[in-house]
Every structure is written in structure tokens, then in C-alpha cells.
T-cell receptor, first 112, second 112 residues
Framework: GENVEQHPSTLSVQEGDSAVIKCTYSDSASNYFPWYKQELGKRPQLIIDIRSNVGEKKDQRIAVTLNKTAKHFSLHITETQPEDSAVYFCAASGNSNYQLIWGAGTKLIIKP | DTAVSQTPKYLVTQMGNDKSIKCEQNLGHDTMYWYKQDSKKFLKIMFSYNNKELIINETVPNRFSPKSPDKAHLNLHINSLELGDSAVYFC???????????FGPGTRLTVL
């Protein structure tokens, strides 16, 4: 069935360094790829998304890249700060029922 | 001006009881969802309603029954609660099926 794999499950980076989280998807018909951030005890919130007609999108320190041929997309966070510590989820639109298929999440730890 | 609200925030109950969680959105969205997030943080879609009609009904026990009285509300009723039902349940809404989902604050259900 449709599947989204997310790596790594945990990522620890020094404050100020960059962090990259990668996701691969199985459904070639997927055309919407959001990233959500969930801080401890809070709700998931959208931080950036991309549709299949573009290859890259930036919003200040965060960016998402999409490679449709390889069926993978990545979240890039530059100049990481303590408030970036959270669990990040990727998702991809599924063909059946048009639902989102979610990755398992990446716990990002920013070391001071 | 809360966009997606859920009640109650916390729910502690005994095995075998029946309980309900309510969700309301004031964003004018036509699609609403219920997710279960267990201790490993994985977000599992349970149900989705589009214009009050059930469009996603994942493999969940039939003890779980969603009800959508109108487009702004999606409630979740759980019969005969079991220990494994303990989790955080999130309601979410979106305009259309493949678009940004806005999550409620979550309901932490603990079954003793």
C-alpha cells in the first residue's frame, strides 16, 4: 500500500548547525507534501508545504526540496535554534481517498 | 478566536466505560479528521468526514464511532474502553482533502 518513510527517527545537532530530515514516498501520483512541527505537549502545526509542480520552497530558515523522479522530499533547517527542538512529521497525499499518508516522525534535538 | 477546539482536554476513565470527545472548528472547512497518537508519537488517521459524509474509515475497532452533526462538528464516541485506547486523540480540519490540516489541542485519554 501507500507508504511514507521518514529518516532519521532522532536527530541531534549543535545549535547553529543545519538539520536535514528526509522522506520517501511510494505513490507516484502524490502531489502535496506538507511538513508539520509538534512541540512537546502541543498540537502538530504546518511549517511548510510543497506541491509537485515546484522543486524547492523556502521560508526564512526552513526549506523543502522535492525530487519527484526519486520520490523523496527533504526538510532543511538552517542556523538551528533551541526552539526548533520538536518532533517533525512529513506527509504525502495518497491517491486513494486523497488522504495524507504520514511519516513516523523525527525527534530533533538542538544541543546548546 | 480558537480555530479547532476539542473537549475535554483530559479524560481519565475505567476500562469498560463509554466516553465521547467533541470537536468543533470555526474555519468554515469542509473536511474534518480524527487522529490517534500513541506514546511512540505516530499519527494514525482514524476517520475523515467531508461535508458530513464519511470518506476515510481506517481499520479501527467498531467500538469507535464518529458522528458529524454538521460541517463544523465531528465527535468521537468510544464504547467499552480498553487499556490500549489510552492515547492522545487529535481532531483536525482542512478545506478540501489535500490541503493544510489544522489540529485541535488534543484530548489525552487515560484508561485505567
Amino acid at each position: 500500500g501507500e507508504n511514507v518513510e521518514q529518516h532519521p527517527s532522532t536527530l541531534s545537532v549543535q545549535e547553529g548547525d543545519s538539520a536535514v530530515i528526509k522522506c520517501t514516498y511510494s505513490d507516484s501520483a502524490s502531489n502535496y507534501f506538507p511538513w508539520y512541527k509538534q512541540e512537546l505537549g502541543k498540537r502538530p502545526q504546518l511549517i511548510i508545504d510543497i506541491r509537485s509542480n515546484v522543486g524547492e520552497k523556502k521560508d526564512q530558515r526552513i526549506a523543502v526540496t522535492l525530487n519527484k523522479t526519486a520520490k523523496h522530499f527533504s526538510l532543511h533547517i538552517t542556523e538551528t535554534q533551541p526552539e526548533d527542538s520538536a518532533v517533525y512529521f512529513c506527509a504525502a497525499s495518497g491517491n486513494s481517498n486523497y488522504q495524507l499518508i504520514w511519516g513516523a516522525g523525527t525527534k530533533l534535538i538542538i544541543k546548546p | 478566536d480558537t480555530a479547532v477546539s476539542q473537549t475535554p482536554k483530559y479524560l481519565v476513565t475505567q476500562m469498560g466505560n463509554d466516553k465521547s470527545i467533541k470537536c468543533e472548528q470555526n474555519l468554515g472547512h469542509d473536511t474534518m479528521y480524527w487522529y490517534k497518537q500513541d506514546s511512540k508519537k505516530f499519527l494514525k488517521i482514524m476517520f475523515s468526514y467531508n461535508n458530513k459524509e464519511l470518506i476515510i474509515n481506517e481499520t479501527v475497532p467498531n467500538r469507535f464511532s464518529p458522528k458529524s452533526p454538521d460541517k463544523a462538528h465531528l465527535n468521537l464516541h468510544i464504547n467499552s474502553l480498553e487499556l490500549g485506547d489510552s492515547a492522545v486523540y487529535f481532531c483536525a480540519s482542512s478545506q478540501g482533502r489535500v490541503n493544510t490540516q489544522y489540529f485541535g489541542p488534543g484530548t489525552r485519554l487515560t484508561v485505567l
